[in-house]
């Protein structure tokens, strides 16, 4: 047991110190987990026998289910909503188009009966949510119309899809009894979201209501997570699909103690994301890989080059999307740990599989993440999507959930009544530390005797505010107002409980707002609206 403890500890610290590393190289995280787990496997350096695909669908199953509730729970809704239309015909439509290539492809070029045809196209049809969301988050790529919001949300919702189309694969070889076809989408999709919204607003209920302290919210939503997945599955509905919309129902409720919740989410996703690609490389035979890598090979071109191309221009073209942004949408479908887990399902399912399907989609994933992955961010800047005034991190969290800062900047300017007077002799609040003076192209440190000079950036120190009163932080774009563009803020009629803390320019600079502010197109008003309880 002790043994066990301690390989488990070792592996999750040379984990964290290889995705440090992963950023100097410019390789994703992820891949390095699958190698590390390649490394202590049986085919490794360290010879760990692990063979149990039971055990592993189990393990992987578990830990799906919290990257794809906090797929749901970490996204923005409101800054994703301009995107959603898009990828939730992605995640759909999109996961059958390229299903239904692959299978051909597979059926025609590789000689695989038709049914091992659809298997292997139902596998791997979804992208990655744990792929996209490192690659996403670690490069920090903004990209230009609402694109990281499109493969947020589409990676994040379409391995509910993809898991239906692989029951039906195995229903249709004769694993688990057969059954009609019809009802068994019918029940995938109605348990999934019913029972999942049901789970959510009970949540959202009890956590508004009951007053959790101590960790016990943390907990409790944990076992919610648990439950949406749980109670759509049992009674044949998806439990991914329960999973990703109690999420986004929960992550985007006013509730209590939200930030907290992101943070240990955010962690457990991460600690989630480490041991299924660890166990993964480790439940993998390296030397197995040379006699599949051909097949692999084809099929994984063939999905990069074809399948979510077609599938990508078919379904976007009613939107308007560019080319350009068609061809960034094609290279981010990568595919990863979630296809490997349901290639492990159908193996550890019985059916009866002429071929080493595991391997084949392992070697998939390998090459899908190892070189979309690591290209990704270098055809964002090729296509020029690229938007550097766009964060990344916006579709993921709000204002809210971000307060982390505990540094204020506080202009000094010509005839402010701090002019030529000591830091010592300025009434500042008493838990308030100035810790900065920026002076030109110089940084002062100050002391209670450092005079306040005109034209001085003074940074401060002030505690952390914990929003549980109701106050709300959200985004209005002027360009929803015409009638506000070229207007001081004076002017506008905003209701009284309604403040304008933070005007974001189209050029990426803010503005502190007072009354005589003018509004210019482009710009984004960040508001702070006062929920009467």
């Not at 019809?182 to 209501?209: E, K, T």
Request: charged letters at 15%; aromatic letters at 8%; a negative charge.
């Amino acid at each position: 047991m002790e043994s066990i403890l301690l390989l488990c500890a070792v592996v999750i610290v040379i984990c964290i110190v290889a995705s440090r590393l992963s950023q100097r190289l410019g390789v994703p995280a992820l891949l390095l987990f699958l190698a590390l787990g390649m490394l202590f496997g049986s085919d490794g350096l360290f010879r760990i026998p692990f063979d149990n695909f039971e055990a592993a669908e189990r393990i992987c199953s578990v830990a799906l289910i919290f990257i794809m509730f906090y797929g749901g729970f970490g996204t923005r809704w409101e800054a994703a909503r301009p995107a959603a239309a898009r990828a939730v015909v992605l995640s759909t439509l999109g996961v059958a188009v390229t299903a239904l290539l692959t299978a051909l492809f597979c059926h025609f070029a590789l000689g695989f009966s038709v049914l091992e045809s659809f298997l292997t196209g139902a596998v791997i049809s979804s992208t990655d949510a744990a792929s996209v969301f490192s690659i996403l988050r670690s490069k920090k790529l903004g990209l230009r119309n609402h694109t990281a919001s499109l493969l947020e949300v589409e990676s994040g919702s379409n391995d509910p899809a993809s898991y239906m189309l692989t029951v039906i694969a195995l229903s249709l070889m004769g694993v688990g009894g057969g059954g009609a076809i019809p009802w068994m989408i019918f029940a995938q999709v109605v348990f999934g979201l019913g029972l999942g919204a049901a789970v959510a607003g009970l949540s959202i209920l009890v956590l508004r209501r009951l007053t959790l302290s101590d960790g016990l919210d943390t907990i409790f939503v944990v076992a919610a997570a648990l439950l949406s997945f749980a109670l759509p599955a049992v009674v044949g509905g998806n439990g991914y699909l329960g999973a990703y919309l109690a999420g986004i129902l929960i992550g985007n409720a006013k509730i209590p103690h939200k930030a907290a919740l992101v943070h240990f989410f955010d962690g457990l996703t991460g600690l989630a994301q480490i041991l299924i690609f660890f166990l993964l490389g480790l439940l993998s035979f390296p030397r197995q890989l040379p006699a599949v890598f051909l097949p692999a090979l084809a099929i994984m071109v063939f999905l990069t080059f074809v399948a979510r191309p077609a599938a990508v221009f078919l379904l976007l073209a009613p939107f308007r999307c560019g080319v350009r942004q068609c061809l960034l949408v094609s290279w981010a479908g990568l595919r990863g740990a979630a296809s490997i887990v349901f290639a492990i399902m159908a193996v550890a399912s019985g059916a009866a599989i002429g071929y080493d399907l595991f391997h084949i989609v392992f070697c998939i994933a390998l090459l899908s993440v190892a070189v979309q992955g690591s290209l990704l961010p270098l055809a964002a800047r090729k296509l020029d999507m690229v938007d550097s005034a766009e964060s990344v991190s916006r579709t993921f969290n709000d204002y809210q959930d971000q307060r982390q800062l505990h540094l204020t900047r506080f202009p000094i300017g010509a005839g402010h009544p701090w002019v030529g007077r000591t830091i010592g002799e300025c009434e500042l609040p008493a838990d308030a530390l100035v810790v900065m003076l920026r002076r030109g192209s110089e940084n002062v440190i100050p002391n209670g005797d450092t005079a306040i000079q005109a034209g001085d950036l003074m940074v401060l120190s002030t505690p952390l505010y914990e929003d549980d009163d109701g106050v709300s932080l959200r985004e209005v774009p002027v360009a929803e107002h015409g009638d506000w563009i070229g207007r001081p803020i004076k002017e506008l009629g905003i209701p009284a409980e309604v403040l304008i803390v933070l005007v974001r320019r189209a050029d990426g600079t803010t503005v502190v707002p007072k009354g005589g502010t003018v509004l210019q197109q482009g710009d984004m008003l960040v508001v702070n609206e006062w929920e009467e309880t």
